[in-house]
């Protein structure tokens, strides 16, 4: 604070307002700061970070010492209080954008879009900045939108001195302007991924939809898409009615990776199996439970007994089955002592002896 004394009586009336006025600064950035994150968590919309910060005592000092004349007032700073939001893609950035314009006064008069700035060291400053205001305070605030991989970067870059006004060489300079190029077309890059993704599933859960199974191939989000539509259902139900059991739902997902193991291809492939393979896996379970007195059973069940009824029936004989409890349960001694039991418990059943 001994800074002040370089100050004329305007900035220091300019500083004592700030003083006055700190504790309520304090209180919209908190309520600033829940608002965004309330707002965005309810639209959706996944952000690395969201930060805040009231400018400290000295810094505001040090501003006014050198351009306290521009400043009527206190009013007259926008950046008392900053606030960042930090996305992963950069069309996120927009979407922030949009949320920030619903929610607070923007003065678009201040307002800067620097990612309309085009020079080629510009990467980490392509921020979206906001100033806004917000009823019952008479003060303005700023809110920048970025990425995570620009605000590294402007990070990286404050930290190196690149723009501190100290002569760097110019091989340093290239080679910082080479790096930004490539994170810049790294964030356009990941939009770009996303965008696609977002279309390759929704024309996978389209084809889903339709019935048109054999083209669809099978992998996490064609299968996850399959198993809303319940394809073990009516497999499940006929194996609980055996004792009027309940069926306790449970994670499916990890049966995706024995259905590849085991060679299927697409979602075609295995509503064949479902639609061959289903009194097979029916014996099984009544073998299994059948003369039991078990009330409650696993949504697993089905898929199980499919797997099994396919391996025994295409000659995979308990290698085969070992291999399937190993993917779901990792490898050990009990899964070769399940494979064997089931071997033969199975070998008699009357799906072993009839052609597919």
């Given at each position: 604070m001994s800074r002040t004394g370089h100050l004329d009586p305007h900035c220091e009336a300019i500083l004592q307002e700030y003083q006055d006025n700190l504790p309520r600064f304090r209180e919209v950035e908190a309520q600033v700061k829940d608002t965004l994150k309330r707002t965005l968590a309810d639209a959706g919309l996944l952000v690395a970070a969201i930060e805040s910060r009231i400018k400290s005592y000295d810094s505001l000092a040090g501003k006014?010492?050198?351009?306290?004349?521009?400043?009527k007032s206190l009013a007259g700073l926008t950046d008392i209080l900053g606030?960042?939001?930090?996305?992963?893609?950069?069309?996120?950035?927009?979407?922030?954008?949009?949320?920030?314009?619903?929610?607070?006064?923007?003065?678009?008069?201040?307002t800067v879009d620097k990612r309309k700035i085009h020079e080629i060291d510009s990467f980490g400053y392509l921020s979206l900045h906001y100033i806004c205001s917000i009823p019952d305070f008479p003060y303005r605030f700023e809110i920048q939108m970025r990425t995570l991989l620009q605000h590294a970067w402007a990070n990286m870059d404050h930290d190196t001195g690149y723009k501190s006004g100290v002569e760097i060489p110019k091989r340093y300079m290239r080679n910082m302007s080479r790096l930004a190029g490539m994170l810049e077309l790294v964030d356009d890059e990941f939009s770009k991924i996303r965008i696609e993704l977002t279309d390759y599933r929704r024309r996978v859960q389209a084809l889903v939809r339709s019935g048109n199974l054999d083209e669809v191939p099978l992998d996490g989000d064609t299968f996850r898409s399959y198993l809303d539509m319940g394809p073990f259902n009516q497999l499940n139900k006929r194996i609980a009615a055996m004792n009027q059991a309940e069926i306790q739902e449970v994670p499916l997902m990890p049966y995706l990776a024995v259905f590849?193991?085991?060679?299927?291809?697409?979602?075609?492939?295995?509503?064949?199996?479902?639609?061959?393979?289903?009194?097979?896996?029916?014996?099984?379970?009544?073998?299994?439970i059948g003369l039991t007195d078990?009330?409650?059973?696993?949504?697993?069940?089905?898929?199980?007994?499919?797997?099994?009824?396919?391996?025994?029936?295409?000659?995979?004989?308990?290698?085969?089955?070992?291999?399937?409890?190993?993917?779901?349960?990792?490898?050990?001694?009990?899964?070769?002592?399940?494979?064997?039991?089931l071997l033969e418990q199975s070998r008699d059943l009357p799906f072993m002896n009839t052609q597919n």
């Open positions: 006014l010492e050198l351009k306290g004349h521009k400043y606030l960042r939001v930090i996305t992963f893609y950069i069309d996120d950035v927009d979407k922030v954008a949009s949320a920030v314009e619903r929610l607070f006064t923007i003065d678009w008069d201040n590849k193991g085991i060679g299927f291809k697409t979602l075609g492939d295995l509503a064949k199996v479902i639609k061959e393979y289903s009194e097979g896996a029916y014996q099984i379970a009544c073998y299994q078990l009330d409650i059973i696993s949504s697993s069940i089905g898929p199980q007994d499919l797997c099994i009824a396919y391996i025994l029936k295409n000659g995979g004989g308990k290698a085969g089955i070992k291999y399937m409890f190993d993917l779901l349960n990792g490898e050990s001694e009990n899964n070769d002592m399940m494979a064997e039991m």
